[in-house]
């Protein structure tokens, strides 16, 4: 069964503290492995999609790694403007129709 | 480019009523999905629709059913609601097929007491 589990569930960083977010997953085979910020009573907006093994993708203060087992969301020099949940979300071949999401990472950045 | 719209955002119902939630897809974006996601949870997968047709379900009861139009809006209904059913419901349209990203909406907070 297809299985996404993110770690930590939370975390707070000193604004300009970097750190990274890890996304582990299990699945039959990997059609996308895809990241969302959300913030509270917001839908998930998109931020990346990965697809393949060595693959990195940025975004201003964001950048995303996949190996073939997790993927880790970088996050350099933030601000309080980034403090949200931050998702991760596999699309597998058995199941290519829908995103199974880990329960998400819970970022405070203090000023 | 108009993005994906949901109606109402919030919502409070008693249990045993049905509900009816709306979603307007993003400008060429022919699938529509919809989740469910609890408080401090990741969204869960309810169903899919293309082409007017479901084509993908998760482990819901049939009580969760919808409907996607012509203009490739949609709807979610829940008939006999529980108390468990209260969470946000997420729309998300996409283009179908591979390599296509999906679209959230804002959500609906459905609330039943």
């Known amino acids: 069964e297809d299985q996404v589990t993110q770690s930590p569930e939370a975390l707070r960083l000193q604004e300009g503290e970097s750190s990274s977010l890890n996304c582990s997953y299990t699945?039959?085979?990997?059609?996308?492995l895809f990241w969302y910020r959300q913030d509270p009573g917001k839908g998930p907006e998109f931020l990346f999609t990965?697809?393949?093994a060595g693959e990195e993708k940025e975004k201003e203060r964001l950048k995303a790694t996949l190996t073939k087992k997790e993927s880790f969301l970088h996050i350099t020099a933030p601000k309080p403007e980034d403090s949200a949940t931050y998702l991760c979300?596999?699309?597998?071949?058995?199941?290519?129709?829908?995103?199974?999401f880990g329960s998400g990472t819970r970022l405070l950045v203090r000023p | 480019e108009t993005g994906v719209t949901q109606s109402p955002t919030h919502l409070i119902k008693t249990r045993g009523q049905q509900v009816t939630l709306r979603c307007s897809s993003q400008?060429?974006?022919?699938?529509v999905s919809w989740y469910q996601q609890a408080l401090g949870q990741g969204p869960q997968f309810i169903f899919q629709?293309?082409?007017?047709?479901?084509?993908g379900r998760g482990n819901f009861p049939p009580r969760f059913s919808g409907l996607q139009f012509p203009n490739y809006s949609s709807e979610l209904n829940v008939n006999a609601l529980e108390l468990d059913d209260s969470a946000l419901y997420l729309c998300?349209?996409?283009?179908?097929?591979?390599?296509?990203?999906?679209?959230f909406g804002s959500g609906t907070r459905l609330t039943v007491v």
């Open positions: 990965l697809y393949s």
């Open positions: 400008s060429g974006h022919n699938t």
């Open positions: 699945v039959s085979g990997l059609r996308g």
């Open positions: 629709y293309y082409r007017e047709e479901e084509n």
């Open positions: 979300a596999v699309r597998g071949m058995d199941s290519s129709y829908k995103l199974i």
């Open positions: 998300a349209s996409s283009l179908y097929g591979e390599g296509y990203g999906y679209t």
